[in-house]
């Protein structure tokens, strides 16, 4: 390997541990920080009556969204960083394509989560460090896909990786992601009220980033694929992965809710918690089967 891959590996994994600690932090406070502060009714911009936490880390966002996102530092905490430091591990010790695309793929994870809570949290104490971690695992991804020789990862898949159930699941989970959330802004926009679940936020984080960056990726991986180039399988594992995290994240932050007094209707839980987790099912094991099929 040559002196100028080595110090991008270098500089990788130095970011990467730069990510690693920056998520201990904000999770481990997100779950831990309390205060003596109790729920309360508040009138916001649209005129709707919000009952926001009012503790804790997140004493100004919405008693229906804290939950949900201290459900997030725990899988982060518990499933995420460990997920991400066997990654560093295993690239430091290996350093071959295969650990640079695992690696790769749970700094997509960490990128969709930074993503989430630098513009989807209201601003706290932490504000900073979610700057600093959107900071870290965008350019950091960005550099972990360009240590990787695109030509070389193409010719090293074998040809019995079930393309097929991939292509349907990627054209499923465009579709899905879509049909997910896409009623709830026409239903808004035909009643000429806010969007249902907006609570005290100026947009729902979710639906752009689900709407506006995950399905369209998912389409552009399906192309990508049918060609067989390097960047198509890129795309796939960080998919896959995003998907599984999410999978494993709905049901935990579910959990928070209940415990938290939040009512949550059983068609909300079978529309949207069981048909992702039934999604992530699937992207587990292509996401298992794409690293197998190394040549």
Same mark, same amino acid.
């Given at each position: 390997m040559g002196v100028n891959m080595k110090n991008k590996m270098n500089t990788l994994h130095k970011i990467t541990i730069l990510i690693i600690a920056l998520s201990i932090i904000i999770s481990l406070t997100g779950l831990v920080y309390v205060t003596q502060g109790q729920p309360y009714d508040f009138v916001?911009?649209?005129?709707?009556?919000?009952?926001?936490?009012?503790?804790g880390l997140y004493v100004n966002d919405s008693h229906f969204m804290a939950p949900l996102f201290r459900g997030t530092d725990f899988t982060m905490l518990?499933?995420?960083?460990?997920?991400?430091?066997?990654?560093?591990?295993?690239?430091i010790k290996?350093?071959?394509?295969?650990?640079?695309?695992?690696?790769? !793929?749970?700094?997509?994870?960490?990128?969709?989560? !930074?993503? !989430?809570i630098a513009?989807?949290?209201?601003?706290?104490?932490?504000h900073l460090l979610y700057i600093a971690l959107f900071a870290s695992t965008f350019f950091g991804l960005i550099l972990a896909i360009r240590s990787i020789n695109e030509k070389q990862l193409a010719e090293s898949i074998k040809e019995t990786l079930p393309t097929k159930g991939i292509n349907r699941f990627l054209v499923f989970s465009g579709v899905a992601l879509i049909i997910a959330w896409l009623p709830d802004i026409i239903a808004s926009l035909v009643s000429g009220h806010s969007l249902q679940l907006i609570q005290v936020y100026t947009t729902v984080i979710t639906y752009v980033l689900d709407m506006g960056i995950i399905a369209p990726v998912a389409i552009i991986c399906l192309f990508e694929l049918k060609k067989r180039t390097g960047m198509g399988y890129i795309l796939l594992t960080m998919l896959l992965s995003i998907c599984s995290i999410i999978g494993v994240m709905l049901p935990i932050q579910s959990i928070f809710q209940v415990l938290a007094g939040v009512e949550i209707p059983i068609p909300a839980l079978i529309t949207k918690v069981a048909s992702f987790v039934i999604l992530a099912a699937f992207?587990?094991?292509?996401?298992?089967?794409?690293?197998?099929?190394?040549k």
């Open positions: 916001n911009q649209y005129g709707d009556i919000i009952k926001m936490h009012g503790n518990f499933v995420g960083i460990p997920l991400l430091i066997l990654a560093l591990v295993l690239d290996k350093n071959t394509l295969k650990t640079r695309l695992f690696l790769v !793929s749970i700094i997509s994870m960490f990128t969709y989560y !930074s993503t !989430s513009f989807g949290v209201t601003y706290n104490i932490l992207a587990i094991n292509f996401n298992f089967r794409l690293f197998k099929n190394f």
